[in-house]
């Protein structure tokens, strides 16, 4: 029994010591940031000048040192993969420039072309339409600069001939003819390769006018990356105009009828500094070498939330302190109230981001954006507590010394307001006559803090609302997790550009004409093997079943049977192929598919290659990337070495892991954080809510943006890494609120909380969901795709600050049981205290 003492005793010890720890952690940090609070304040020049003169000096070099990133298989295809290593290996054996003749022959990187799909009108045929192709080619053969081309075609929209057993053609909707381009590696000829592609779009625009009974399609190397860098060009009007509509919005939610009090010259500096540190951002991300790509885009957005949310806190902070205090005093506790809270999670986005910019990120994109995210958030927060901390203490000060918040002039005696007329009473009342006697914070009558206190938060807690929201949360649940089990990739490069660029409409039609069949495949054999063999022979024909081939060896076989020649040992089948099969006009483009050696008198194939075409459906790009997990496992099974190569593989190949790698590790790094100061923090189920409730906003966000037909491509991944600090951005001081208050019911610490944070929460996700509207007028794939996740990401966060968490609070714990005890205990004794004075001193009873 002694036992069970002692070990109780020494837990409660235990937990003693732990909570005081807690409290001394958090004391000191309240401390540090009321002392910044007091040295900015005292120093406001200061602070005012040094981000300004750091703006001035890095944004010049944005406009000096713009440089954009014209490689778009470095940004969006994963940097280490296996196709990558596939890819030198068979250059290695068959370089570039030993087949630039033949069809198909260009299987290792596509180098410089262009492609033009014709196609007849609904109901033609394009067989029927021979001369107007045959100008259109003789056009593109006859044009200047252009260096040694062959054609590739293929026809689109095929109908057979009925009963026809050789397959003969009736029609054909679409043709599509490629032509490549001689560059060798060389600088001069990939200049002269350019214009030709600039010359070649030019000529495909006039043909298109001047051939109306035809419409083409035309695509060149360049155009990917054209069109992708058209998103950033169309949004730049765009962002400007949501610029101006989150500056209207923050005027607007930081004023109130009260002119002394009302702060809608913050709200506009508030998003100025966020302005002005987003510039210097990119000025470091551009002297450090870095190069613009479209995907950026997202940043200005993504800074803009988690700078905005500081800004709107410190206001609300400002609104909680006494107005007794001197102005200096007020800043120092609004440090001390904001601060830790926007310390910590600024601490968590560059955690989140930093993981994404981390060695294990394998796309370049995801990676460069992280990086210049992590210089954001550091200037962001620099940003807030010095520049934007100077125009609170200006404006502290100004309200101190009575002056109006918008024109700056003394504001009038209520005697001398009362002898004027009613609109001037509007404009310089200070709200003093609307003021009740008993009412101690004329903030309060800011109007959001008003509709919170006076309407939403007893509509909230209304136990006839509660069933609703529960159904609610319930439907939320359903949908993101029905979309979680519907989560596709996204390797098509299309999700990218810009929606009404040539290079979307000709993959459109390509996939609608000519995705029957998959792009052409490399199959390489890079080891020394038995051909003549029977059972290499059987080996070889195993596995390209299924597959159209178009192979030296089959055509060989072929060569053999029909001349009823015996090739069935080395010799034989190596002089015959050497010195009859490969001599024949018809044959000789095979010579560049196979490799010999010699050694001594005897010749060798060390190397060959075949071509592989897979009947697909209209998910191309599905079952291509089906066909290469099928391919690459038999390459290690079998006794046949080979790889499978195509230029699409580097885009494909493992994709969705390298995709959804960044997330996985932001989230984990946010999680190790909040669990390793689980026990630091001043009460452990603040960090159970927050993780519990990010999760669920996160998983939603993931669910809801796959059943809005968004992949997981580039910039959803980004958008997903920002969904869990922007909740975290807004939950977290709602939550940690809600477990350190003392009121006697959980009913009434939430609308604590509400009261507290509220305001903020509101004013932030509604400038930051107004300020995404613009994006939905830009005609890019990228910035819809940047649409959609951002305005579920605003949605979900607001969706659980202000329905979800205030009703299922009051049903979990923390229970605020032991502060009703507490009170009681206090109670009670301050009345045995009374009747102690009583007792002593009868003759006072009326005074006591």
Known sequence: MCFLTNGAGASAGWLGRRRMLRQAIHRGLQSFCHQLGLFVSRHPVFFLTVPAVLTIIFGFSVLSRFQPETDLEILVAPSHSLAKIERSLANSLF????????????????GRYGRVILLSKPGGNILHQAEGLLQIHRAVLEMKDGRTSFIGHQLGGVMELPNSKDQRVKSARAIQITYYLQTYHSAAQDLIGEKWENEFCNLMHKLRLSHEDLQLYSLASFSLWRDFHKSSILARGKILVSLMLILVTAIFSSSMKDCLRSKPFLGLLGVLTICISSVTAAGIFFITDGKYNSTLLGIPFFAMGHGTKGVFELLSGWRRTRENLPFKDRVADAYSDVMVSYTMTSFLYFIAFGMGASPFTN??????FCQNMCISILLNYFY???????????????????????????????????????????????????????ETDRYQNHFIQHFLREHYNEWIT???????????YLIYASFSFMGCLQISDGANIINLLSSDSPSVSYAVIQQKYFSNYSPVIGFYIYEPLEYWNGTVQDDLKKLSEGFTTLSWLQQYYQYLRAGNISATNKSDFISILQNSFLRKPEFQHFKNDIIFSKAGYENNIIASRMYLVARTS????????????????LSLKQSIKFIVFNPTFVFMDQYSLSVTMPVLISSFGILLVLLLTFFLVIHPLGNFWLIITVTSIELGVLGLMTLWSVDMDCISVLCLIYT??????????????????????RTQCIKSSLQEHGTAILQNVTSFLIGLVPLLFVPSNLTFTLFKCLL???????????????????????????HKKKKRAKRREREEIECIEIQENPDHVTAV
Request: hydrophobic share 40%.
């Open 363 to 368: 796309i370049e994109a995801v990676k460069v």
């Open 462 to 472: 209304n136990i006839y609302v509660k069933p609703f929201v529960v159904i609610l």
């Open 724 to 745: 869990l600090n922007f909740s975290i951005d807004h939950c977290a001081p709602l939550l940690y609120t809600f477990v350190l208050a003392t009121e006697h019911t």
């Open 792 to 818: 579920l990401t605003g949605s979900c966060t607001l969706l659980h600050c202000v329905v979800i968490l205030p009703v299922f609070l009051t049903f979990f714990p923390p229970s605020k049981k032991h």
């Open 618 to 633: 209209e998910k191309t790009q599905r079952d291509v990337i089906e066909l290469l997990e099928k391919l690459r496992p």
């Open 384 to 438: 807030i507590f010095s520049f934007f901390g100077s125009c609170l203490v200006f404006a502290g000060q100004l309200e101190q010394n009575r002056y109006h918040s918008i024109f700056c002039c003394k504001i009038p005696s209520a005697e001398y307001l009362e002898r004027k007329p009613v609109w001037f009473q509007t404009m310089m009342s200070d709200g003093h006559q609307h003021s009740s006697h008993h």
């Open 95 to 110: 370089p570039l420039d030993r087949a630039k003749s033949q069809l198909y022959s260009d299987l290792h990187t596509p």
